[in-house]
């Protein structure tokens, strides 16, 4: 049965897909074919949601070899919400893409483009589910090599600048995680994560732990845009195609956070991290330092691609902050932000593509009045907006009211304070977004623009309802985020 292998097909869907766009090389074609792969495989994480809810955990062997020796799929509640939001907001940013990538990537690239939106949505997907250290690592490789591409696609030769950037910093990043694997192999003689947990509880603790916890924190840090190790994501954000803009923010840095939260959560336990290991102080520090720093120097951006790339940071710091706090609700928190944050950012660097299109910039100085001739993407604009601030209603309120209640259930307001404050950061760099589009007169270059494409508006349109719908009622969002920190703490 089709069932059965669904743990599979979340990556073998896109990676299919990926090889046969690569070998069509139409635009047209290759575009129809990522379509339909997308649409099958937001089907095939539904049921597999839904197969993990019904059933428990589900393990899934490859080659016939059994684990640890084997390398083992295995999903539970966790990381079925990691596939589910990768698999919604690919499909979401494909009929985006149709037109954004005609105006934004040369027509003999377009199909390239297609391939490596495929290949990075297979490698996301084979991080979430994959049971084994080392797949884990060459699944990130994969999509990291497809979002560079992406990247480098642009039309401007900073494009390439920015590529090569994230090229140097990712592959500083795999590398520090690979060599923690390998402190890990090296104590436990295994790579499957369960069989690497079961052996690190029968072993004494000693630096060899310590250093491994280190090196991979370290490593996905850099994949997750962890304050101060966050330098290349600006310029990716801001010279990337909209498209891979948008599937970058709202999927990659997900991604690496789950990867962090499964490492810490399922191997080391919280009992470890807790007493033997110093890292949560650590990352508490951290998080908010980026919750601060990032929306401070959002604050000052010019260019509003960049401004959501540090916002972004800081939002990655609220994510960080409820694993520091290591306690169910925190990482309900952490998790339902993982998700919310999809939504909103999605439809924010949607919308910003939008203007791309129209006007061929974002840079405020050349957005003055464009909510008076763009109403609906600017509205959506300001709804992702509203969510990244945490005003009610909105996704963004759930996620920092997890973080708020987790910070009083440990006694500390002084936190709960923290999280407000960062927030109100985020009305004066949004604010500044709102009063250039909306509260200034057109400029001659904005007065005479049309509104975004059916084709642009919908995707973003969908995502900003998402915002506004899940922050009114919640309870599929947080039911599914707290049933991946159950099952996070009980380990796989």
């Given at each position: 049965m089709i069932a059965e292998h669904l743990p599979v097909l979340v990556v073998l869907v896109p990676l299919f897909g990926a090889l046969i766009t690569a070998l069509t090389q139409r635009g047209s074609l290759a575009w129809g074919l990522t379509m339909l792969s997308s649409l099958l495989l937001m089907a095939a994480a539904i049921g597999l949601l839904g197969r993990v809810m019904t059933e428990g955990v589900v393990s899934y062997q490859l080659g016939g070899w059994p684990p640890p020796w084997g390398i083992e799929y295995r999903i539970d509640a966790a990381n079925a919400l990691v596939v589910l939001i990768v698999s919604f907001i690919s499909l979401v940013i494909v009929p985006y893409a149709r037109v954004s990538v005609?105006?934004?990537?040369?027509?003999?690239?377009?199909?390239?483009?297609?391939?490596?939106?495929?290949?990075?949505?297979?490698?996301?997907?084979?991080?979430?589910?994959?049971?084994?250290?080392?797949?884990?690592?060459?699944?990130?490789?994969?999509?990291?090599?497809?979002?560079?591409?992406?990247?480098?696609?642009?039309?401007?030769?900073s494009s390439l600048l920015s590529a090569y950037q994230y090229l140097i910093m990712g592959t500083i990043?795999?590398?520090?995680?690979?060599?923690?694997?390998?402190?890990?192999?090296?104590?436990?003689?295994?790579?499957?994560?369960?069989?690497?947990?079961?052996?690190?509880?029968?072993?004494?603790?000693?630096?060899?732990?310590?250093?491994?916890?280190?090196?991979?924190?370290?490593?996905?840090?850099?994949?997750?845009?962890?304050?101060?190790?966050?330098?290349?994501?600006?310029?990716?954000?801001?010279?990337?195609?909209?498209?891979?803009?948008?599937?970058?923010?709202?999927?990659?840095?997900?991604?690496?956070?789950?990867?962090?939260?499964?490492?810490y959560f399922t191997v080391y336990g919280v009992d470890v991290l807790r007493t033997d290991i110093p890292v949560l102080d650590l990352l508490l520090i951290l998080a908010i330092a980026a919750m601060f720093f990032a929306s401070f120097v959002a604050v000052f951006e010019m260019n509003v691609k960049r401004l959501l790339a540090y916002s972004s940071v800081a939002q990655v710091g609220y994510m960080v902050l409820g694993i520091a706090l290591a306690t169910t609700t925190a990482l309900t928190g952490t998790l339902?932000?993982?998700?919310?944050?999809?939504?909103?950012?999605?439809?924010?660097?949607?919308?910003?593509?939008?203007?791309?299109?129209?006007?061929?910039?974002?840079?405020l100085n050349r957005m003055q009045g464009i909510g008076r001739v763009m109403p609906v993407t600017m509205s959506v604009f300001v709804i992702a907006g509203?969510?990244?601030?945490?005003?009610?209603?909105?996704?963004?309120?759930?996620?920092?009211?997890?973080?708020?209640?987790?910070?009083?259930?440990?006694?500390?307001?002084?936190?709960?304070?923290?999280?407000?404050?960062?927030?109100?950061?985020?009305?004066?760099?949004?604010?500044?977004?709102?009063?250039?589009?909306?509260?200034?007169?057109?400029?001659?270059?904005?007065?005479?623009?049309k509104e975004a494409p059916l084709s642009l508006l919908i995707p973003m349109v969908v995502l900003a309802a998402c915002c506004v719908f899940f922050g009114v009622d919640a309870s599929l969002t947080a039911g599914l985020a707290e049933a991946a920190a159950e099952a996070l703490f009980g380990g796989l």
């Open positions: 005609n105006e934004e990537i040369a027509s003999d690239q377009h199909a390239w483009f297609y391939t490596m939106y495929s290949l990075c949505v297979a490698g996301l997907n084979g991080i979430a589910v994959t049971g084994d250290a080392f797949n884990a690592f060459v699944f990130l490789e994969v999509s990291s090599l497809a979002t560079y591409t992406m990247i480098a696609l642009g039309r401007s030769r990043g795999a590398t520090f995680y690979i060599i923690g694997v390998g402190l890990l192999l090296t104590i436990t003689g295994s790579l499957n994560f369960v069989d690497i947990a079961a052996r690190l509880q029968e072993t004494p603790y000693d630096r060899a732990m310590l250093t491994g916890l280190a090196f991979i924190t370290t490593g996905i840090g850099l994949k997750l845009a962890l304050f101060p190790l966050h330098v290349w994501l600006p310029n990716a954000y801001a010279r990337a195609p909209s498209a891979a803009t948008a599937m970058i923010a709202a999927t990659s840095t997900k991604v690496a956070v789950y990867l962090l939260l499964r490492i339902v932000h993982l998700a919310n944050h999809a939504l909103m950012k999605g439809a924010a660097f949607l919308a910003i593509g939008a203007v791309v299109y129209r006007i061929g910039s974002c840079n509203l969510s990244l601030i945490g005003v009610p209603g909105t996704v963004g309120f759930i996620s920092k009211y997890y973080l708020v209640v987790a910070a009083f259930e440990k006694d500390w307001w002084w936190l709960a304070f923290l999280i407000l404050a960062s927030s109100l950061i985020a009305v004066f760099y949004i604010g500044r977004v709102v009063e250039v589009a909306w509260f200034s007169a057109p400029t001659p270059e904005t007065a005479n623009v």
